[in-house]
């Protein structure tokens, strides 16, 4: 099992799901937890893709930061 930092973030209307580690790998929902239920699926989807084409499957990021500027 691996594990992923997904960042959610609101939209316009709806939330927005990445991750860092994946790139290109997104999703999106009406509330928070439908785009992380949306993420996962994505997830796994990248890693059965990059596995068949035999793309080296990145590891997941380890420091995510928030800082505050003026």
Known sequence: MARYTVIVEKGDGEYF????????????????GEALDQIIEAINLTIVYLA???????DRVETIAEVEVN
């Open 17 to 32: 799901a990445y991750v860092p580690a994946l790139p290109g790998c997104t999703s999106a929902g009406k509330t928070p």
């Open 52 to 58: 068949e084409h035999q793309i080296p499957i990145p």
